[in-house]
């Protein structure tokens, strides 16, 4: 069974290094399509700079011509706070227990996983896939990440094959080359008048400047 992936982030805004990193989890790992989830009120990071309307409304912009990319909105729809582990067990309730769920993200976010509410638990629901730059494997950095993470990535590192079957507990690396933006960087140039065309769609980039978005940051 093809896997659904599971792209959650505060995606303040959302910009080209997500669309990328999105684009090539869906081919390498063969993935039925992608569900976008932007934040809410992020538990383990400074509040958005933006509102969840406007942050969510940006990643529709984004992923309008890719229809294997989906908005999916429920943490920014709730209004207490939302974990991961949360969204993972509604989605897993939703697509019933045979389905392949991934949790996507980039090599930095993967290192933090300890510090995320119930992380152990988001392996008895969903494999995690982690892009890591060519020529950095993830087992190099490794070892700079915490001993219980380290050790559930060395009994659960897993193939591509392996994400298809079976539901979840597999942890896959994907080499992605990373592309060098950030949305810090993004609200940075808002910030200075500086300009931010290819960064970002410019159906976004376009928003940004009719909202008067990320003006002071
Ligand atoms: P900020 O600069 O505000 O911290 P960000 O650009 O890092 O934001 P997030 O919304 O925090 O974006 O990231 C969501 C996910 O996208 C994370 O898993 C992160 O690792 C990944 N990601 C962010 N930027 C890139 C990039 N340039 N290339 C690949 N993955 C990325």
Redesign the pocket.
């Known amino acids: 069974m093809k896997p659904i992936g599971i792209?959650g982030?505060?995606?303040?805004p959302i910009?080209y290094?997500?669309l990328?990193?999105a684009e090539e989890m869906l081919e390498l790992a063969n993935l039925q399509h992608i569900r976008f989830i932007p934040a809410g009120n992020p538990p383990h990071r400074d509040t958005p700079q933006v509102s969840a309307l406007h942050r969510s409304a940006m990643v529709q912009l984004a992923i309008a011509d890719q229809p294997a990319f989906v908005l999916d909105e429920r943490e920014v729809l709730r209004s207490a706070k939302c974990f991961t582990v949360h969204t993972l067990r509604e989605l897993r309730a939703e697509f019933g227990e045979n389905q392949p769920l991934c949790l996507l993200?980039?090599g930095?976010?993967f290192l933090q996983l300890h510090t995320w509410h119930e992380w152990e638990q988001i392996l008895d629901l969903a494999h995690i896939v982690v892009?890591y730059r060519p020529g950095f494997t993830l087992e190099e950095r490794i070892h700079s990440a915490s001993p219980k993470l380290r050790e559930h990535y060395q009994q659960r590192l897993c193939s591509v094959d392996y994400l298809s079957q079976h539901p979840y507990g597999g942890i896959a690396e994907l080499a992605i080359p990373?592309?060098e933006?950030?949305?810090?960087l993004i609200r940075s140039r808002v910030a200075e008048n500086r300009t931010i065309r290819y960064l970002l769609p410019a159906t976004v980039a376009n928003y940004i400047y009719q909202h008067h978005l990320y003006i002071s940051c």
């Not at 933006?181 to 810090?184: C, F, K, L, R």
């Open positions: 792209l982030g505060t995606f303040d910009h290094g997500h990328r990193l993200m980039g930095d976010a892009g990373k592309l933006i950030s949305a810090t």
